[in-house]
């Protein structure tokens, strides 16, 4: 088993640990490659795992449930901690809500569990990716309309994707080839892309970034075993929702905490050590998943 978990987890940590090594010593400008990768591959990855006649967006509705636990649950647990801590909710809240289920979620659910995990773990990268360009978003800063969610290229992929599904369309198998291997650029580019961009980032607010580090997956595999115990899924599905559970905070966090000036540097704390700890969190979680 452990040698197993070893192998599942090692090429996510070295691809992320090379762009660290290469971010610290070439120092790369990767902001118009992630924004590539933001902007196109990610969709196209989103769109080729959910415009297939054997996606049944139906089937799907209590992944969709226990997302929704994980994400919202954590949420309400980030708002107790800030009250009984005295950090501020806007800065506590949105690393405890949302993973870093693109980065790191989709690579390990094929790693771990193979091909036919990417499309259900894609339906809870699209519950975190609603809500956090949603209201995560609002939640930093409260003049930001709902109604323009739908510009972000990601949620337009899922809407598009969940359209060809629905209504059983025929995408042109070349195309479609064609938008699933630009999708799989993504992948090992958002985990290299991670790497650097942890290496940018540093420790500021340790207490808080311990705090928030260690809260995440907690919480996340509290609420997914919750999940488990409530809602009828099925025995990848119960796996995938524990691991979703156990990832550590999304780096979108910080780069939204940048953005709206929320205190980036107890943001920052928080997602560097969270991905550091996930090397301990994440082999317990799939050691408690595989069989």
């Not at 928030?212 to 997956?217: I, K, M, S, V």
Request: a positive charge.
């Amino acid at each position: 088993m452990l040698i197993r978990i070893v192998e599942i987890l090692f090429p996510l940590f070295f691809i992320t640990a090379l762009g660290f090594f290469v971010g610290r010593r070439m120092k790369p400008d990767l902001s118009h490659a992630n924004k590539l990768n933001m902007d196109v591959f990610v969709p196209a990855l989103v769109f080729a795992a959910l415009a297939n006649k054997a996606f049944d967006v139906a089937a799907f509705l209590p992944l969709i449930a226990a997302g929704l636990v994980g994400v919202v649950g954590s949420g309400l647990a980030g708002w107790a901690l800030a009250r009984a801590t005295g950090i501020a909710p806007r800065t506590l809240v949105p690393p405890l809500m949302f993973n870093n289920c693109g980065n790191l979620g989709l690579p390990l659910a094929v790693l771990a569990f193979g091909e036919a995990a990417l499309a259900p773990m894609v339906v809870l990268f699209m519950v975190s990716n609603l809500i956090h360009f949603s209201f995560g978003a609002w939640l930093l800063d409260h003049r930001v309309r709902f109604y323009m969610l739908w510009r972000v290229p990601s949620v337009m992929a899922t809407m598009l994707g969940l359209a060809v599904s629905l209504s059983q369309f025929d995408v042109w198998p070349p195309l479609l080839i064609a938008i699933r291997m630009l999708g799989e650029i993504s992948i090992p580019l958002m985990l290299f892309g991670l790497g650097v961009r942890l290496a940018d980032s540093r420790i500021g607010a340790i207490g808080v970034g311990v705090l928030g580090a260690l809260a995440r997956p907690l919480v996340g595999m509290a609420l997914a075993w919750v999940a488990i115990q409530l809602i009828d899924l099925p025995a990848r599905e119960q796996a995938l929702v524990l691991v979703f559970g156990a990832l550590p905070p999304a780096v979108l966090n910080f780069m939204f905490a940048e953005r709206y000036q929320q205190e980036p540097d107890k943001v920052a704390s928080m997602v560097l050590i969270g991905n550091v700890a996930a090397v301990a969190f994440l082999p317990i979680a799939l050691a408690l998943t595989l069989d």
